[in-house]
């Protein structure tokens, strides 16, 4: 069913724009749909709503005409006229920068080998002109000859919406904030490991959601290896390679004990903290071990609308953050993070909070101490609002993978029983390499559509 419904209902969506794509797909997360028998009630099953990720997979495929194209010299600029009317302009420098010839270009690495010692970032053209395959030709001053195909010039058009809609293409950094009305989506772990739309649908919902439980796993050693493996390599810490989660003589960490993990991200010890993280259950405890997850983002704008003062402080003061003891090998980790990482345009990227890493050394002045403990508290209240928090059970087979810069996890205290130890296998990867698989997938996914 999956196979046959997922190119019927994924081609109207070509023509859909990508922003009635997110809207529809935050709406299949939060609203209750009709969901498999077998899943808890916090789960959603990608099958069904597979659709609905596999939608902002979709490429355009359009075919741009080109009417016209012209040299503005007194600009040094380019204007292309498309049949549709519309207009794109491309700097000369740019042109000549990324001239595609096989001179300029390693077309086996599709990589540059023109010098920018070699580029005139002041040269003009000497004519433009549309080849009768809908190709623009430029002869630069030195008779140097540049082809570019129309479809790759629409897509590197300068116009605000045109470079917003390419970025979005290639990061999908659109996200769906949920709060404790989310339904995990779901998905087989078979299936994605088997099927490259299943294995799509699930790195989108892991990069729009932040969150994809699989199940379906068998309940031993070496499943979130294989997971790593179906997207590339997963990333080595001091904590190995992959990691077991419990109740350890001891312990190196808080993880490895039977108490509670407050809401936490991963390895804020770290200057660069794992993207993405996998744990898998392979025993749960009898009494308690349960999971908690927030969209830290999600909480992140709560903050910043209720407390901006909070926000501010979050987004600015570093903390510092240690790590010490003997694993993979031994290590003795110093990091300084913000809590809530922002880029350029204030936009949230990452958060970095662990209160059991968080270092007794905390370089601020006496007078930034109690802000900043408040602030903290304002965003940790907002956090364990039961409004906001997701709570699950994981059980042996069931894999969990989430967005670690962005979401905050933690678990209830169990009762240790050495004969029945709970035991949970864990791994990293970054969202470099997700990513890339991600695009990988759309690409074939996309092709074979
Ligand atoms: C961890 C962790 C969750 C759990 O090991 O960092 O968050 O359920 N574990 O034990
Ligand atoms: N491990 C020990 O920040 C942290 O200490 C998280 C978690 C790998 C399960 C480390
Ligand atoms: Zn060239
Ligand atoms: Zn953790």
Redesign the pocket.
Known sequence: MWMSTVARLALPALQRSTSAMTRQALRACRRPGPTAAPLPPCLVSLHLRGRHTLESASLPVSRHLVRHVRALDDDRQMEVEWEDGGHSLYPFTWLRDNCQCPLCTLQSAQARTLLLADLDIHTGVDVVEVTNDNKVSIVWPDQHVSVFDAEWLKKRCFSPAARLAMQEELFLNRRYYWDSTLRIPSADFDEVLRDDKAALAWLLALRRVGMVYLKGAPAEQGQVARLAERIGYLRL?F?GHT?Q?QDKPMAN?V??TSGKLSL?T????LHFAPGVQFLHCINQAKEGGESEVVDGFHMAEQLQREDPEAFQTLTSLRVDFT?TGTDYCDFMLQSKNCIIDVDADGRVVKINY?N??RDSVLDLPLHQVQPFYRALKAYVDIMNRPENVVTYRMEPGDIVTFDNWRLLHGRKSYISRPERLRHLE?CYLDWDEVMSRLRILRKAVHEDL
Do not use: F
């Open positions: 810490t904590y990691w989660v960490n993880a490895y936490h991963d390895y804020p010890a790590d662990n059991a890493t864990g």
